[in-house]
């Protein structure tokens, strides 16, 4: 098993930047795929991007391509979500989550799940 911590989130202007963190604990990290995802209030969780177990594979949703960013650590057994800049639109509670083997893009087809930080982006 995995278990997910989320830290990074915080009130951003638009235009700005945030990296949020994903610390996890477990065995094996390097077995699993990771993956973002976002919730804004009233729509459905949606997914942001995902990165292979070696870090080598990257896949984005269109709609944050080009300004965000994942990369992971798998000696510190870390994720990251580097966001530049953002828009209002943006604001959601993001949450990191896991899988085994190969990344994917629909909830449900991940494991293990952070908390969930806070991402507020005003105009």
């Known amino acids: 098993q995995v278990q997910l911590v989320e830290s990074g989130g915080g009130l951003v202007q638009a235009g700005g930047s945030l990296r949020l963190s994903c610390a996890a604990s477990g065995r094996s990290f390097s077995n699993y795929a990771l993956g973002w995802f976002r919730q804004a209030p009233g729509k459905e969780r949606e997914f942001v991007g995902a990165i292979s177990r070696s870090g080598g594979g990257t896949d984005y949703a269109d709609s944050v391509k080009g300004r965000f960013t994942i990369s992971r650590d798998n000696a510190k057994n870390t994720v990251s979500l580097q966001m530049n800049s953002l828009k209002p639109e943006d604001t959601a509670v993001y949450y990191c989550?896991?899988?085994?083997?190969?990344?994917?893009?629909?909830?449900?087809?991940?494991?293990?799940w952070g908390q969930g930080t806070q991402v507020t982006v005003s105009s």
């Open positions: 989550a896991a899988r085994l083997l190969l990344k994917r893009s629909k909830p449900d087809e991940y494991d293990y």
